[in-house]
């Protein structure tokens, strides 16, 4: 029998089409039958094809309200004022609000009450939880379990593993900060971002330093910044409402991602290990007709999203919003935002989530800035504001003309702190994936620009006339009236969104819109917050002298402040469309950067005024900065040198072979042609031995690239700066990528699809 029906299968959204080795019928629709053609195809992407087809959604159990198990696996508030002493709750939310420390005292009895809270839900270890350097989250479980001899054993938990842990930090990245032989780092808890439950586990979120005190961590810096934002922002605010005592930043990021079938990634060695297709042709259809954005969702993905969610809620995510993105099998989740620091750990550990739950529900989540050629890459919105005490969101405007100016004053120092720093702002998303995305007509331009709407430009072209000085009676009646007075009203129209600037405003927030999907928000927010501390200072400095030595009432000094700075952060300011070319000229005459690569994006964080920027807010000191420095710019060479092998060993092994076979199939074909026909065989061989002469020239340029490639390779291994080489991996390096993989997708064109070897974009991206 020719045809051998392999399975049936029932899915409303199945993919209707058919492929060469596959029928699709549709018996009972929506019941479809494969039937498999031969089995002639490699066997890898067969299996994997085969197990993709068996897989039906999991029934994901949901009874009760999603509210009711909302922080159930979090040692929060309301679990610590249940469980601790007046005294250690007390000391605990002061820590939290404060960063006051905690006495050894009390850090037992917590260490106590968390233990007991853990064990009454079947925990057995506790961890550490931290993020180095190295991206990923890193924890090291110990049993509550010990030995108290005789044979006897009890849980044990104190203060000190609490507070403090030694991991064997050598093996994380350290940009030489410490001698392998000095490898003590410790980490150190931090109060401000609850333990929770995952599986048996208790996990402590801490910061990770080493001994000599240096951060080796993204979380040191990041709560170094916020520390600094709040100061300075607090002292701006209390010129507005004197009961401000805080200020913290808040984010809500937007995560967007890849799932693909698990057997069908497994099956390409350039997704396992370098998390994208770094060949593969374009499918048919891709994402022209824009039918997968906000379509309905698949229902194997909704499942996988409702145990997802569920395991979010149990952690204290707060994740609201779920939709399709614009590629095909591209997804977004979105929280609602929290303090930044909290925002933080919960993105990296619901990225960590994602990637469980995804293989319970045989998906592989890709978070790569960019995992398919031709379709949009994946982002991280950083939606950023900074919020009081008093529960006033500093970038939202008020009802009354005073609060107005409050916000003017927030947004005015946004606008110019970018302004100051927008060549920091672009290296704080610079990574080896996100190249690929950044400025490539989906994603933002290398170029940061800020976009206000139309409105908000009018307001500030009318703040620029206020006089110097004093201010008369009529011009503070005027402004009250026309300019701040009319906020509200406007912004609510503001509607329009530019989806093509870096940094906009969208009504009561800025959002980032460069970061990468992989990236840890702890960089971009790291930076962000630590120029607008920087801004605020000086302006509260600015204002401060205009009251005391030239006799200026508060808001017309604040006014005369905000004029001047209007006047000098008008090359940041960008309307138009930041994809097209014009303003890639427009952006030069105005000395904005546009560093399109990392290598080159990364300098910047070297630089004196980085360094000084850094150091004066207490952020981070000359060594910390330039061994971050280091790290990343050594990640990057590390990243393209995998990604250069893993091509090589593909295009060698994989494709070369394949394409030989196929050759000879066609010669075989040519042979017998000829026997039949003699000296005429090339009226009836001529397409053959074309395509057999196509496939040579293919198989030569894939050689000689892949040789040049690896030569290069070496040549930028024997370099000693890890910028210069960085710099050969960008320029020498990587574009010989392009050039094989054109060769290797054109051979995917020409061989007969039963044998090649490698799973097909339209195989990834459509059977679900
Ligand atoms: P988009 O149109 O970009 O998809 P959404 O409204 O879906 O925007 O997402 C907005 C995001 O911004 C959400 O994650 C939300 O929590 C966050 N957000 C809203 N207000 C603030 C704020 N004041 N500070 C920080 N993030 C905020
Ligand atoms: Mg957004």
Redesign the pocket.
Known sequence: MFFEVINFYQHPNFFRGSSPNFHFLALNSPIFAIVLKNRSMSTLRFQALQETFNRKPIAVEENGRRSAIYGENVFDENTMRQSLTKDAYNSVMDAIEKGTKIDRRVADQIAAAMKDWALSKNVTHYTHWFQPLTGATAEKHDAFFETIGNGQAIEKFGGGQLVQQEPDASSFPNGGIRNTFEARGYTAWDPSSPAFIYGTTLCIPTVFVAYTGEALDYKTPLLRALQAVDTAATGVAKYFDKNVSKVNA?????QEYFLIDSALAMSRPDLVLAGRTLLGHSPAKGQQLDDHYFGSIPARVLSYMRSLEKECMLLGIPVK?RHNEVAPNQFEL????EEANLAVDHNSLLMDVMEKVAARHNFKVLFHEKPFAGINGSGK?N???L?TNTGV?L?SPGKTPMSNLQFLTFFINTIKAVNDYEELVRASFASASNDHRLGANEAPPAIISVFIGEQLTNVLHELEGVSTGKLSPQEKTDLKLNVVGKIPEILLDNTDRNRTSPFAF?G??F?MRAVGSKANCANPMTVLNTIIAKQLTEFKKEVDELIDKKKLKKDEAIFNVLREYIKASKSILFEGDGYSEAWEKEAKKRKLSNNKTTPEALKVRVAKKTLQLFEEMGVMNKVEAEARHEIEVEEYSLRVQIEGRVLGDIARNHVIPTAIKYQNILIENVRGLKDIYGTQFKKVASEQMEIIEQISDHIANINKGVTEMTDERRKANRLEKAGDKAQAYCNKVKPFFEEIRYHCDKLELLVDDEIWPLTKYRELLFVK
Request: proline share 5%.
């Open positions: 808040t984010l809500g990021w937007e919003t979105a929280p609602i935002f919105h939606n950023w504001s919020s969101n970038l969208t009561n927030k959002e």
